[in-house]
């Protein structure tokens, strides 16, 4: 089962690992492997990816990122195939996501001599731009009654799903809180009209994908593999500037356009 129905996909550039994701779960349906321990694994994967960078091995670390980009995709699938959804999934996965991109630019900020505060300048950059992707492509999939586990608005703790512990969805909610509450109340901010009022087009949802998760990762390793390391940072940081312009598209021309 997919996010969205077929005929309502759109081309997602952040999502090339999809294929080979739908793959891996499919092979796992059987097994007593759990989603959540996929969710580990890209872990893994990214710390790999870290290694590999401090060492100079600049190809196997874009390998491993997009090997994490592929799992990060697996184990929604898999909860999907399983008919096993959980906030413990979903918490979990975006709090990783944050750490590792946290560690990955660090990473990159040690091996250039690079500057902490435009590290961490990237990195809520980069926070920001995946909110705002993430803010549409939520919104779509309620409205076209896809899968709703991830929610427009993260206010309340969600109450546990079945094979959960309430205890720990409680403590997973906080602390995605932390890393992505105010970026959540910045983009509703600039976009409160979305959430009433607008239907997303294929082509806009192609071209706010670029600020997916996997768009943004496989960027990196294009940067490393080409001998580029020193620009990822700053790259990161203007690359923010585009968020405005896609709002202002939104509001001006997509108020009242249907799928």
């Known amino acids: 089962m997919s996010k969205l129905a077929k005929d309502k996909k759109f081309v997602d550039l952040s999502d090339y690992g999809r294929p080979i994701a739908r ?66 999934g979903r918490y979990l996965d975006s709090i990783f996501d944050a750490l590792l991109n946290l560690a990955f630019l660090g990473t990159i900020c040690h091996i250039t001599s690079g500057s902490v505060f435009l590290t961490l300048l990237a990195f809520i950059s980069m926070q920001l731009q995946g909110t705002v992707f993430n803010f549409y492509y939520v919104i779509l999939r309620h409205k076209l009654s ?3 586990t991830s929610q427009i608005f993260e206010k309340e703790t969600p109450k546990a799903l079945s094979g959960e512990n ?11 809180l932390i890393f992505y509450g105010l970026f959540d109340r910045i983009i509703y901010f ?12 294929k082509w806009f949802m192609t071209i706010t994908s670029l600020y997916g998760l996997g768009f943004q990762l496989l960027l990196i390793g294009l940067f490393l593999i080409s001998g580029l390391k020193e620009l990822i940072i700053p790259f990161f940081i203007c690359y923010s500037l ?18």
Not at 166 to 176: I, K, R
Not at 190 to 201: D, G, I, Q, R
Request: aromatic share 10%; glycine share 4%.
């Open 23 to 88: 793959l891996i779960a499919n092979n796992l349906k059987n097994t007593t492997v759990t989603p959540v321990q996929v969710t580990y694994l890209f872990l893994i994967s990214g710390l790999t990816a870290i290694y590999c960078m401090l060492n100079g091995y600049y190809l196997l670390a874009m390998s491993f990122l997009l090997l994490k980009s592929i799992l990060d995709a697996a184990d929604g699938e898999l909860a999907r195939i399983k008919n096993k959804p959980s906030y413990t």
């Open 166 to 176: 309430q205890q720990t969805v409680n403590l997973l909610f906080q602390v995605y």
């Open 146 to 148: 896809g899968d709703q």
């Open 242 to 259: 585009l968020i405005l312009p896609l709002i202002g598209i939104r509001k001006m021309f997509l108020s009242s356009e249907k799928v």
């Open 190 to 201: 600039l976009e409160k009209e979305a959430v009433h009022n607008s239907f997303f087009p």
